[in-house]
């Protein structure tokens, strides 16, 4: 089994980073693909991105290409979302997921899910 937590939500300023951790316990992250999804108010989850167990990214939005990144801090079995430049449109609660070694395409396709972090992003 494996345990997710995200931390490290809140509200920051339009066009600011934010980099909220998800930290696990129970298995190694190392071997795990890991997704991010968000769901904004009044709107179906979506994913985001995901990073492979070989650290291959796929990306399922467009509009976070070249803002979004997925880091891995395997000493301390915890992953990274890296946000720059947020929008207000992102406003969401941020999960955090995973699945064995590959990533997948909707969120029926992983199996350990963090709680969720609201990130609020103000003008």
């Known amino acids: 089994q494996v345990q997710l937590v995200e931390l490290g939500g809140g509200l920051v300023q339009l066009g600011a980073p934010l980099s909220p951790p998800c930290p696990a316990s129970?298995?190694?992250?190392?071997?795990?693909?890991i997704g991010w999804f968000r769901q904004a108010p009044g709107k179906e989850r979506e994913v985001v991105l995901c990073?492979?167990?070989?650290?291959?990214?796929?990306y399922f939005t467009d509009p976070v290409k070249g803002r979004f990144t997925i880091s891995r801090d395997n000493a301390k079995n915890t992953v990274y979302l890296q946000m720059n430049s947020l929008k207000t449109e992102e406003t969401a609660v941020y999960s955090c997921?995973?699945?064995?070694?590959?990533?997948?395409?909707?969120?029926?396709?992983?199996?350990?899910w963090g709680q969720g972090t609201q990130v609020t992003v103000s003008s």
């Open positions: 997921a995973a699945r064995w070694m590959r990533c997948g395409e909707g969120e029926a396709e992983y199996d350990y």
């Open positions: 129970g298995r190694s992250l190392a071997s795990y693909a």
């Open positions: 990073i492979s167990s070989s650290d291959g990214y796929t």
